[in-house]
């Protein structure tokens, strides 16, 4: 994607932390000939020789997974927001939308042996249900889920390259980003006062470094 200078992001592990964070992701490629999209939950892994990885799975049923022979995008998506340009208050500027965005290059690896596939639901399932004061939890070799379970394809990606993109009004003044966040302030919706949070933590960093 196209990263100005000013909102490139290359620290991995914020990257990773990210993408854990934000872990409902779009995997394009091609299919037929034409751009296709599946939407997924994603697990990242990094494995004993350092490289990482990204974990979904497909419903056997989406054409998608049987067309990928190659490299694919993943795209997952943060918080987003419309920048008015009365917030600056000054003449001769105009809107924007300010987002943060990271994009994951990699090789597709469909997941055959059954047992990588069992320990693929599992740990999916661990890591979206941690959060809760009950985890739901299932024996994957009962009758029922070993039905539901012939119907999915897992699969890996690893990754090749990430591309970040903190798209946060770093190529303006602090005081036009202050007027900026305070204009966020006044939205009532989570994600503009998520930007607003992230603006802020990105002025604390650079008055930090000063």
């Known amino acids: 994607m196209y990263i100005p200078r000013h909102f490139q992001v290359t620290d991995m592990r914020k990257l990773y932390s990210f993408i854990k964070e934000n872990s409902f992701g779009v995997l394009f490629s091609y299919h037929?000939?034409?751009?296709?999209?599946t939407h997924l939950p994603f697990l990242i892994e990094k494995n004993d020789n350092g490289e990482y990885y990204l974990l979904s799975h497909f419903a056997k049923s989406n054409p998608h997974w049987k067309s990928i022979s190659d490299q694919v995008l993943v795209v997952f998506q943060g918080p987003h927001s419309y920048i008015s340009?009365?917030?600056y208050q000054e003449r001769h500027t105009?809107?924007?939308?300010?987002?943060?965005?990271v994009h994951v290059y990699g090789d597709f690896i469909l997941i055959e042996?059954?047992?990588?596939l069992v320990k693929l639901i599992e740990d999916t399932v661990d890591f979206y249900e941690s959060s809760f004061d009950?985890?739901?939890?299932t024996d994957l070799s009962d009758d029922f889920n070993r039905k539901l379970m012939e119907a999915i394809v897992g699969f890996k990606i690893k990754i090749n390259r990430i591309e970040g993109k903190w798209k946060?009004?770093?190529?303006h003044s602090a005081e036009r980003r202050s007027k900026i966040i305070a204009g966020l302030r006044t939205l009532n919706d989570s994600n503009s006062h998520q930007i607003a949070d992230l603006m802020e933590q990105e002025l604390i960093s650079v008055s930090q470094e000063k």
């Open 32 to 37: 037929d000939g034409e751009p296709f999209a």
């Open 94 to 101: 105009v809107p924007t939308w300010n987002y943060i965005a």
């Open 168 to 171: 946060l009004s770093q190529n």
């Open 134 to 137: 009950h985890p739901w939890t």
């Open 113 to 116: 042996d059954k047992e990588e």
């Open 85 to 87: 340009a009365s917030w």
